[in-house]
């Protein structure tokens, strides 16, 4: 992915601020619901992923997540669960979970802002390292819900290393 950096005048109170100067910078149409509130919609080369963060001044944390336009059958529910295990072992930054209302998977974390100055490179650091995780692991996601392989099988048939290209 290429670099977000978007350079900022000065300190901004609401980290959401330099969100949206990085959305801007990119020139990815995004809405801002709020002071506490933006989303934005990104193509990937497997799927669509929809970013929300959400400033919680309270607890001066920003909430991210990245859903996949992809939905989970009722009848892959459990496996996906496994799946979303083996996989949660694995990150060092945020989780994968499955939203039970509706089956999205989606890629989650919280950003603690404590008393710090919100910078472009912590946020550019998160969406890179959210989409390559989307990215790296939506094939394993399909071999479950589309392709009937266990947990297991999914995981070591999407992390082989290819070599070249087609």
Same mark, same amino acid.
């Given at each position: ?41 990104? !193509? +990937?080369?497997?799927?669509?992923? &929809? ?9 001066? $944390?920003? =909430? @991210? ?36 209302? !509706? +089956?999205?998977?989606?890629?989650? &974390? ?9 910078? $472009?490179? =912590? @946020? ?36 082989? !290393? ?5």
């Amino acid at each position: 992915m290429a670099s977000l950096i978007a350079e900022t005048d000065g300190p901004l109170s609401n980290p959401l601020d330099v969100v949206e100067r990085i959305l801007a910078a990119h020139e990815w149409p995004f809405e801002r619901f709020s002071d506490e509130e933006i989303s934005v919609n990104i !193509d +990937g080369p497997w799927c669509r992923y &929809h970013l929300w963060f959400h400033w919680v001044s309270e607890s001066a $944390a920003v =909430q @991210f997540t990245c859903a996949f336009d992809v939905k989970v059958p009722e009848t892959r529910r459990v496996d996906i669960q496994v799946l979303l295990s083996i996989i949660n072992s694995r990150l060092w930054l945020g989780h994968f979970t499955l939203w039970a209302e !509706d +089956g999205a998977l989606m890629f989650r &974390h919280a950003q603690l802002m404590g008393g710090a100055v919100a910078s $472009a490179a =912590q @946020f550019e650091d998160l969406v890179s390292v959210a989409l390559n995780e989307c990215e790296r692991y939506y094939p394993a996601f399909q071999f479950v819900i589309w392709g009937g392989k266990s947990p297991v099988e999914a995981v070591a048939s999407a992390m082989i !290393d290819t070599v070249g290209e087609a």
